[in-house]
């Protein structure tokens, strides 16, 4: 019966007949802008890759992988969905992140004065990968860049959702502030989180670099709550980074090639 009613709410969401939009913008003091005036009754939710940070690394930022699109569809079709998943893992793991606005912090500390809840929600994957404890890495790797979501977090500790599917053996879960949803679609488990923490949220602005999120976020929340209204913002700030470092052509494809090989390699 879920099933059901989640297929006519992706129905619905195609006919724009929900309490939902969704607005491309190109810089995060945008989507600040949507929290003016607003209250306790507001979840702000910032996915994490390509909207607030990136691999320093410049062949796995957007610009070269704009510039070399071609390349990028090539390898990553050459991927099963599994190893896409294991590869996208790799490509965080390659080199440390940085921040691609370098207000996103005082952004975050903003909504915590202004008592807003504030999740991070992300695909990353969960568990153990190439001995990387992927959870406390992310972790750590945010707050070193000020991103500490512990501070605006609804939900105190970690919860497991095991519940839902599981993916390599895990499944996902929240920590620190951050929803992991472990390759599992967002919409699906953030109405379980939602469920869980019993919030009385009456709106949720939802901030991705990727449609396909936005859109099924939209569809999960119509089917659980039709009375939420949802603002899906369509992060394309890291295609125009400045990129400080410019690679050839011959070098992105062979970071692409060598790290899909791996990710082939890597259960």
């Not at 969905?81 to 996208?88: N, R, V």
Request: charged share 20%; net charge negative; hydrophobic share 40%.
């Amino acid at each position: 019966m879920l099933a059901v009613r989640y297929i006519v709410c992706l129905f619905l969401s195609a006919l724009g007949c929900m309490q939902a939009q969704i607005t491309q913008i190109t810089t995060l003091e945008e989507a600040m802008q949507r929290f003016q005036q607003t209250d306790c009754h507001t979840l702000a939710i910032f996915d994490l890759d390509m909207v607030l940070i990136q691999p320093s690394d410049p062949a796995f930022q957007m610009p070269m992988i704009c510039r070399y699109s071609a390349i990028s569809k090539r390898v990553m079709q050459s991927l099963s969905a599994d190893k896409k998943h294991i590869f996208l893992t790799l490509m965080t793991l390659g080199s440390n992140p940085m921040l691609i606005d370098p207000d996103a912090p005082s952004y975050l500390a903003d909504l915590q004065n202004a008592k807003i809840p504030t999740i991070a929600l992300t695909g990353n994957l969960t568990g153990q990968l190439q001995s990387i404890d992927l959870v406390p890495w992310k972790i750590s790797h945010l707050c070193q860049l000020g991103l500490d979501f512990s501070h605006l977090n609804v939900l105190q500790g970690e919860y497991v959702f095991s519940n839902l599917a599981a993916c390599r053996g895990n499944y996902p879960l929240y920590q620190n502030g951050v929803l992991f949803t472990n390759s599992l679609e967002k919409g699906e488990v953030l109405v379980n989180f939602l469920k869980y923490t019993n919030l009385h949220i009456e709106r949720v602005v939802f901030i991705d670099d990727r449609e396909h999120n936005l859109k099924d976020v939209a569809a999960a929340l119509l089917a659980y709550n039709p009375d939420i209204l949802y603002e899906g913002l369509h992060y394309l700030g890291a295609c125009a980074y400045p990129c400080p470092t410019e690679i050839s052509e011959q070098e992105f494809e062979k970071k692409w090639e060598d790290l899909a090989e791996l990710a082939k390699k890597t259960d």
